[in-house]
């Protein structure tokens, strides 16, 4: 297999290994190296895009004996993939003995593709890996060429796909796996492809305890490691860590605060003592440099952020007193944050469903299903109660009703408002078209006991419309993970940027019906739904949002909800920086320009954003908007807790329904 490798990429390590790349020491100021001593550099635009025309040439020159490849690797990934799909009566074994394939490798399948076929492989991922090492560190080095360089220490907050976890346990069911990551490497696929049942015992925790089964440990990795790379090539917060060491961060001012995002927030603390470390480590740095702590969040990381921030200053839990976040954190740089949590989160609950698991095409659904069914899936997403904290918070206040929602657009002949639409069955106990405050219900009524008590005990989803409400709620600890039923810290020092993509088609309504083939009440998105100006794919009706989480999520707090006494009493200032979804087609994860909810961790602007920051530029950063969400969050029933505020609230009340 390694022989395979170097032959191809000219590389070796194994599958699982995080890239040597993150793991090499950034250059320092004034040695600027590669490894083999070529210097780095800024690269003007022009010969950029020329390198990129390059690039696109060699691709065409050598499409048809790529193709001949392609099809050569896909006969007998075929073969494999029917054996893979075939029942366990040992067909698999009789088809790998027909095909005479029984004693074949790779290496040895490689030998008989034609040699010009590898060379084009070869010189293709030699231009691909210039361009590449072109863009690395090319933020970081304009922007210490402006004079920017590490000021305030760095925490970072991943997301919930960003975080490895890997096996720690040593009982005989787990020992194949030992410090092997059974979330976010190929041990991963190969886990699901040759033991899912095993993978699925160590990936789901105990449904009683929702902590981990007997016998199993499964912890999130640590360090850098732990969220630089998904698997072996995606990149998560790479790019980002390469233009932080690039002005002069390394481990000493910089720190991953990776967790086990399956986990529910009081079991962080619980299990893994995951806030009194956070707490700790934001401590030392200060104590270390003299300076705050600047604190970087994405997605589902930014809710954990705000729960931490509750918890930090909570007499019997962080015990840090009501004036520690403003004494210890400089600033809050919240990145494509699910403040008001994910939609795509109930269906995924609810019937093992999202937008990506729907579009794909019949053979794609067939063999998906046959892997890994649909109430696999919801069984799996169940067992982890840390998702379910993205489940939609706000209620119809925030996503509408039966006839209206703020983010409707003019000449839309429906309204977002309706969630769930249910089409018309001949069974009575079709509920029909349900809002998101009606959906919930829903939800659990259609889940095990157990999953419901587990995410009413720990979250809430509500809204709190006056001062008392919020400052009631700052001792209710299920309540901390909610900014519309809790407030800020009392940190007036402290700055928050809000740093999110728009102009990506994104999930925010869907079409269900009945799904007979498991059992009268089980439920399934209706794929056969599809409207040709493309607004509902699928049975997914599609919003504006960065492609995973919706903008009245990622946005409202930002732009309106922290512009309320209630919910920011301190008077935080909160900076709103959107970036337009500009993908370059040629590059498959989006390019400098992505808007995309993880990709946008590699876009150059938000890099040279987070780089000011940082730096102690922060102050030249202002509001930058292209969506409409200013005029949404206007339309949010959520207002000023005063008499006057008070009158209006009814008065929009009375014609909110025809906005």
């Known amino acids: 297999m390694s022989e395979l490798r170097r032959r191809i990429f000219g590389r070796s390590g194994t599958p699982d290994s995080t890239p040597a790349s993150s793991r090499d020491s950034s250059p320092a100021p004034g040695q600027e190296t590669n490894k083999d001593g070529s210097e780095y550099q800024v690269v003007p635009r022009r010969k950029m895009e020329r390198l990129r025309s390059d690039l696109r040439i060699l691709r065409g020159k050598g499409r048809k004996r790529r193709m001949a490849w392609i099809f050569a690797l896909g006969g007998v990934f075929g073969i494999f993939l029917a ?241 520690w976040v403003n004494d210890h954190i400089e600033s809050w740089i919240n990145i494509s944050g699910c403040m008001l949590g994910a939609l795509k989160d109930v269906p995924a609950v609810l019937s093992g469903e999202m937008r990506d698991t729907v579009q794909l095409n019949a053979f794609a659904v067939y063999g998906l299903e046959k892997f890994l069914s649909r109430s696999e899936r919801a069984d799996i997403f169940r067992a982890m109660p840390g998702i379910s904290s993205m489940l939609p918070i706000g209620g119809e206040a925030v996503w509408g009703n039966a006839t209206w929602a703020p983010d409707d657009r003019p000449g839309q002949n429906f309204t977002y408002g309706k969630f769930l639409n249910f089409r018309e069955t001949n069974s009575s106990s079709s509920p029909g078209n349900l809002t998101i405050a009606q959906s919930l ?66 999930e925010r309504a869907y079409y269900y019906r009945e799904d007979g083939a498991i059992n009268s009440t089980a439920v399934m ?21 960065d492609g995973t989480v919706n903008l009245l999520s990622s946005g409202y707090m930002c732009s309106k909800g922290w512009k309320i006494d209630r919910y920011n009493p301190a008077k935080i200032p909160v900076i709103t920086y959107e970036m337009p979804h500009e993908p370059d087609r040629f590059s498959p994860r989006g390019g400098p320009n992505t808007g995309d909810h993880v990709d946008i961790l590699g876009r150059s602007s938000l890099n040279d954003l987070i780089l000011r920051v940082a730096g102690g530029k922060g102050h030249t950063i202002t509001d930058t908007i292209y969506s409409n969400i200013r005029d949404y969050a206007k339309r949010v029933k959520i207002y000023d807790d005063d008499a006057e505020e008070e009158e209006r609230r009814h008065a929009l009340e009375g014609d909110g329904d025809s906005d």
């Open 83 to 323: 054996g893979f799909f075939a029942t366990s009566n040992g067909s698999f074994d009789q088809l790998v003995q027909f095909t005479g394939m029984k004693d074949m490798n790779l290496d040895s399948i490689l030998d008989i593709l034609p040699t010009g076929v590898i060379r084009d492989v070869q010189e293709l991922q030699t231009h691909e890996k210039e361009a590449v090492n072109y863009d690395s560190f090319s933020i970081g080095l304009a922007a210490r060429s402006e004079g920017i360089s590490a000021k305030y220490p760095v925490i970072m907050i991943p997301g919930v796909i960003s975080t490895g976890l890997e096996s720690w346990g040593t009982e005989e069911q787990s020992r194949q796996y030992f410090r092997k990551r059974l979330w976010g490497s190929w041990s991963m696929m190969r886990a699901m492809v040759l033991d899912k049942a095993s993978w699925k015992r160590h990936i789901m925790l105990d449904k009683a305890t929702g902590l981990d089964p007997p016998g199993i440990k499964l912890r999130s990795a640590q360090g850098f490691d732990a969220a630089d790379f998904f698997i072996t090539g995606y990149w998560i917060w790479n790019k980002i860590l390469e233009n932080l060491a690039t002005i002069g961060y390394d481990p000493s001012n910089a720190f991953t605060a990776a967790y086990d995002w399956r986990l529910s927030y009081q079991n962080y603390e619980i299990r893994d003592q995951y806030f009194t470390r956070l707490k700790n480590h934001i401590e030392v740095g200060k104590q270390l440099t003299g300076l705050k702590v600047v604190l970087l969040s994405h997605s589902m990381g930014s809710q954990v952020l705000y729960y931490f921030f509750h918890w930090a200053e909570a007499e019997g839990y962080g015990n840090g007193g009501p004036t």
């Open 441 to 506: 219900p829903y939800l659990f009524n259609h889940t095990e006991q157990w999953y419901v008590n587990e995410i009413k005990r720990s979250y809430s989803q509500g809204v709190a419309h006056s001062k008392k409400e919020v400052e009631e709620n700052q001792r209710v600890p299920q309540k901390w993970m909610n900014p519309l039923e809790t407030r800020l810290p009392h940190a007036p020092d402290m700055k928050i940027f809000c740093f999110y993509g728009v102009g990506k088609p994104t």
């Open 525 to 545: 998105i209706d794929s056969s739904v599809t409207t040709p100006n493309g607004g509902v794919d699928h049975g997914v009706v599609l919003g504006e949002g």
